[in-house]
């Protein structure tokens, strides 16, 4: 079912830190997973997404790592930057919807 | 690229009027938008998935004589609030897919999202 939370977590990270943000989902017959970054007032965007059929993969100072054998995804971020400061939403699902995470808020501290 | 426009951005209006929100991809074509709504703090949920030339598709609790969504052409879908009463109050938000990669899981684009509140 949806995963919607009634609250946010959050973590706090030193700036140049390296941050981990991880996500359990629910389906595993999901094949398709997707990081959403939401600052306060916009919309969710796009940040890296990754297949089934692999277990990681890097962005720019971004990377996507997934376990489908315990349901987890995980989110690196590399020198943590105060833009970094947002919440970040896991997704699963493809070509017809997409189920949202409960989301994770990141609070960097300079 | 991929640029998706919502309009308004916010919109306070009396309980009992009917709000039209836009959402517009401005540099793709999409056959198929999604319309979410997000409460403080939380997740974002889906209400209903717009396709082009079709009726759209309601999740489950989502009341489609409330919510109309109209999505006439490959780059505009409209949902309109009916009779909002303040409990409607919220942040909506549309997404769009670009057309023409079916079969291949690509990622929906989000708009900046409408903060509705309803006096």
């Known amino acids: 079912g949806e995963s919607v939370g009634l609250h946010l977590p959050t973590l706090s990270v030193q700036e140049g830190d390296n941050s981990i943000i991880n996500c359990a989902y629910s389906n595993s017959a999901s094949d398709y997973f997707i990081w959403y970054k939401q600052e306060s007032g916009k919309g969710p965007q796009f940040i890296i997404d990754?297949?089934?059929?692999?277990d990681k993969r890097q962005g720019q100072r971004v990377t996507v790592l997934l376990n489908k054998t315990v349901k987890h995804l995980s989110l690196q971020i590399a020198a943590t930057q105060p833009g970094d400061s947002a919440v970040y939403f896991c997704a699963e699902g493809g070509y017809q919807k997409v189920t949202f995470g409960t989301g994770t808020k990141l609070q960097v501290i300079p | 690229g991929a640029v998706v426009s919502q309009h308004p951005s916010w919109v306070i209006c009396k309980s009992g009027t009917s709000v039209k929100i836009e959402c517009r991809s401005l540099d793709f074509q999409a056959t198929t938008m999604f319309w979410y709504r997000q409460f403080p703090k939380q997740s974002l949920m889906l209400m209903a998935t717009s396709n082009e030339g079709s009726k759209a598709t309601y999740e489950q609790g989502v009341e489609k004589d409330k919510f109309l969504i109209n999505h006439a052409s490959l780059t505009l879908s409209t949902l309109t609030v009916t009779s909002a009463h303040p409990e409607d109050s919220s942040f909506y938000i549309c997404s769009a897919r670009p057309r023409g990669r079916q079969g291949l899981d690509q990622p929906q684009h989000f708009g900046d999202g409408t903060r509705l509140s309803i006096l």
């Open positions: 990754i297949r089934s059929n692999m």
